[in-house]
């Protein structure tokens, strides 16, 4: 299953599975659209990746910005004990928050993060947390800003 998941191609194959001799076949999911990864915030992207309607965006939005809050404050920590797997892992995660949430911004920083966790180097992680904990805050604001469009269908 590839990440961000798109719940449409996982429902039809799960589906697939629960009907006995049928042969298992491989739904082709279309290829989600390419996010602008200088993207503060691109709600449409994020939706449209995972195959979900707005008011599951919406609910998945609210839950990921405050999870994504709680993987940086680890990563923080992490760093400050020098626990660099604990802190590699955080920034991972965060990254796939920011990715679901639509900050694509925030998530490309998080690569960095990862390997700068990964190659130990305490200065550079920290320089980069503050950073995406800036970026996290403009994403926070522009999400507390923004409605859903009016169309609910899947994408």
């Known amino acids: 299953v590839t990440k ?21 076949s491989s739904p082709t999911p279309p290829p989600p659209p390419e996010p602008n990864v200088a993207a503060l915030f691109n709600p449409r992207a994020a939706r449209e990746a995972m195959g979900i309607t707005w008011e599951q965006y919406t609910a998945l939005s609210r839950v990921s910005f405050a999870e994504g809050r709680k993987r940086l404050e680890e990563a923080r920590d992490a760093l400050a004990d020098a626990n660099f797997d604990r802190a590699s892992i955080a920034a991972h995660t965060f990254k796939g928050i920011a990715a679901t949430l639509g900050g694509y911004a925030c998530r490309e920083l998080a690569i960095t993060l990862e390997w700068r966790t990964r190659d130990n180097d305490v200065q550079a992680a920290t320089a980069l947390l503050d950073r995406i904990d800036a970026q996290w805050e403009q994403v926070g604001n522009a999400l507390a800003h923004w409605r859903a469009p009016t169309d609910q269908g899947p994408a």
């Open 4 to 24: 961000p998941i798109n719940y449409r191609v996982l429902e039809a194959t799960l589906r697939s599975l629960d009907q006995p001799g049928q042969r298992l």
